[in-house]
C-alpha cells in the first residue's frame, strides 16, 4: 500500500510539473500521457527498422527532416552518422551537388568579422528596379511564408513574429491579415488573398485607404498579392468554422463561428493588365514593394505578364513560386494532390519566360514548397530563386508533430489550433527562440554547400553543378534538364560586389537596407 501511494504521488508530481514546464506543448497539453510521445519517439528507430518505416518514408517530411529540423531547432547535434541511409539505385529526382576541388574559404572563428548569426542576405534589392520609396535589401535569404492568424494559434503566430525578429527575417501574414499578434519585432510581409481581409470595405472588396492605414501602424516591408497557393490552387483559403473565433471574425470583418472561404479569384482586377495597375497603384500610395504569390498552372498569364512588363512602365517588385507539394491547413483532397505543378516544374517553367524577355534582373524571384531544408533550397536558388519561404517546417520548429490535424482544430501541440487549452501548451517565447535557430542553421547550411561549390553565396548556384539521379542509372544536369541558359540566374555585377562586402564584413549591421 506504501508503495502504491508513494508511486501516485510520484506520478501527481510529475503531472504537476508537466503542467508547469513550458518548453514541451505536449506535455503542457497531455500530462503524464504526453511521455509516452516522448518514450516511442526515441525507440522509434529500432521499431521501424524492425516492424514499421524507414526514416525516408514517412510523408509529408520523413523521420530524417524532422529531425534535423528537431535537433536544428533546439540547437542540438544535427549531424547523421553511418553515412546515408538511402538507396541510391533505387532514389528518383535526386539532387547530387558537384563540389569543386578548391570549396571557398569559410570565415575562421578567430576572425574577427565571424559571426554564426549572421544573415544570409538576398541576392538583390528588393524594389530597386521600381525605384520604390521603400526598397530594401532583404536581410535574410530564407524567410517565413504565409501562414495567416487562424489557421495558426495566437501563441504560434506570436513565437513566429519573434523567432523572425530574433533571425533577423521576414513573416509573411498570410491572408487573414495583420493582427497584433504579428507585432512583436518581426519585419513583415502582408498577403493580400481575395478576401482583403485587413483592406477589405463593407461589401467585401479592397480598400486602399484601409490597407493605407494598417502599413502605418505594423512594420509591414512588402505587400504580396496571392493569386493562388500550392496547396489549394485555383480555390480561395479556406478557414473551418471552428477556428472562427471572435478576434478573427473582426479582423477579418466575417461571422463568428462560420466557416471563411474566401473567393476563388480576385475583384480588383481580372487579368495581366488590370493587375499591374493595382499593383503599382498599391506601390504608389505605400511606397512599398509589392509582389505576387502563384502556384503555377496555365502559363498564358506568365506569358502575358512578361509581355506587360518589358518596356519597364509598370512591374511587380517580386514573385513568389508555390510549389504544388506546399502545405495548408485545409484542402480538397484533389486540389492538394492533383492540381497545380510541383516547384521545380513550376519554377523551371515561369523563369525563363522573364529571362528570355530579360527580365530577370528586375524581380527577386521567391520559392516555396518543402525547401526548409539545405539541400532543396540549394535547388531553388540553381533554379533562379533569390530566396526562399519556409511554412510547415517552421511549425516542425515550434513544436508540430506532424499529427496532420490542422483542419480539425484539435492540433495537439497548439500550432494550427483556437482551441485555448491546447494554445495555453505552447510558449511563444522558447518556440521563437527555436525557430531562429532553425532558420540560423539552415542559413549555415546553405551556406556550407554553397562554400562547397565554390560560391560566396548560395545565388551564384549554377544548375551544371548538380545532377538529377534517376535510380542510379540516370543522371542530368539541372540546367540540361530544364532546359536554362548558362547565363541564366546569376545576380549582376553589383550586386555580385554588394554581396560579397556584406559577406565579408558578416553581419546584419553592415546591411544596405535602402536603394542608393
Not at 491579415?177 to 477589405?200: I, K, P
Amino acid at each position: 500500500m506504501t508503495l502504491l501511494l508513494v508511486l501516485v504521488g510520484l506520478l501527481l508530481l510529475l503531472a504537476l510539473y508537466d503542467l508547469s514546464q513550458k518548453k514541451h506543448a505536449v506535455l503542457r497539453n497531455f500530462p503524464l500521457i504526453g511521455h509516452l510521445r516522448y518514450l516511442f519517439e526515441s525507440v522509434g528507430p529500432e521499431l521501424r527498422q524492425y516492424i514499421v518505416t524507414g526514416n525516408d518514408e514517412e510523408r509529408p517530411f520523413s523521420r530524417d527532416q524532422r529531425t534535423w529540423i528537431y535537433t536544428s531547432a533546439k540547437g542540438q547535434n544535427n549531424y547523421f552518422g553511418f553515412g546515408s541511409d538511402n538507396s541510391f539505385d533505387q532514389v528518383t529526382n535526386y539532387p547530387l551537388f558537384k563540389q569543386v576541388t578548391f570549396p571557398y574559404p569559410e570565415p575562421r572563428k578567430d576572425d574577427p568579422a565571424y559571426d554564426p548569426k549572421s544573415t544570409l542576405p538576398c541576392a538583390k534589392v528588393l524594389g530597386a528596379a521600381r525605384g520604390r520609396a521603400k526598397a530594401f535589401r532583404p536581410r535574410s535569404a530564407v524567410n517565413l511564408s504565409a501562414m495567416s492568424f487562424g489557421s495558426l494559434s495566437a501563441s504560434a503566430v506570436e513565437a513566429l513574429n519573434r523567432g523572425a525578429a530574433l533571425a533577423g527575417c521576414l513573416h509573411n501574414t498570410g491572408e487573414g491579415g495583420v493582427a497584433r499578434h504579428h507585432d512583436y519585432g518581426g519585419e513583415l510581409v502582408w498577403q493580400l488573398g481575395t478576401g482583403y481581409f485587413g483592406a477589405r470595405d463593407e461589401r467585401g472588396g479592397f480598400d486602399l485607404e484601409r490597407l493605407r492605414e494598417t502599413v502605418e501602424k505594423f512594420p509591414v516591408k512588402a505587400i504580396e498579392i496571392k493569386l493562388s497557393q500550392g496547396a489549394k490552387p485555383g480555390r480561395g483559403g479556406i478557414l473551418p468554422a471552428a477556428k472562427v473565433t471572435p478576434e478573427i471574425a473582426a479582423i477579418r470583418g466575417i461571422p463568428v463561428a462560420e466557416a471563411c472561404i474566401s473567393p476563388a479569384g480576385h475583384s480588383a482586377f481580372r487579368d495581366a493588365d488590370s493587375l499591374l495597375d493595382f499593383a503599382e497603384s498599391i506601390a504608389e500610395a505605400t511606397g512599398l514593394p509589392v509582389g505576387i504569390k502563384s502556384a503555377i498552372g496555365d502559363l498564358d498569364f506568365w506569358e502575358e505578364l512578361a509581355a506587360s512588363m518589358e518596356d519597364g512602365s509598370r512591374g511587380v517588385d517580386y514573385i513568389a513560386i508555390d510549389g504544388g507539394e506546399g502545405g495548408t491547413g485545409a484542402a480538397p483532397l484533389a486540389f492538394s494532390d492533383h492540381v497545380s505543378l510541383p516547384f521545380r516544374l513550376g519554377m523551371s517553367r515561369v523563369y525563363p519566360i522573364f529571362a528570355r524577355r530579360k527580365l530577370t534582373d528586375r524581380i527577386v524571384f521567391v520559392g516555396g514548397g518543402k525547401l526548409g531544408f539545405p539541400e532543396t533550397a540549394a535547388v531553388a536558388f540553381a533554379l533562379g530563386c533569390d530566396m526562399v519561404a519556409v511554412a510547415r517546417e517552421a511549425m516542425l520548429a515550434i513544436g508540430c508533430i506532424q499529427a496532420q490535424r490542422c483542419q480539425t482544430g484539435r492540433c495537439p501541440t497548439g500550432v494550427a489550433t483556437q482551441n485555448r487549452w491546447l494554445m495555453h501548451g505552447l510558449n511563444p517565447h522558447d518556440k521563437a527562440a527555436r525557430f531562429a535557430k532553425y532558420v540560423v542553421a539552415l542559413r549555415h547550411e546553405i551556406l556550407s554547400l554553397s562554400h562547397a561549390l565554390g560560391h560566396p553565396h548560395p545565388a551564384f548556384i549554377t544548375g551544371d553543378q548538380l545532377e538529377i539521379l534517376d535510380r542510379g542509372n540516370l543522371c542530368r544536369s539541372l540546367r540540361e534538364l530544364y532546359g536554362y541558359e548558362p547565363a541564366w540566374g546569376r545576380p549582376a555585377a553589383e550586386d555580385l560586389e554588394e554581396i560579397q562586402r556584406i559577406m565579408k564584413d558578416g553581419a546584419h549591421r553592415a546591411l544596405k537596407t535602402t536603394a542608393s
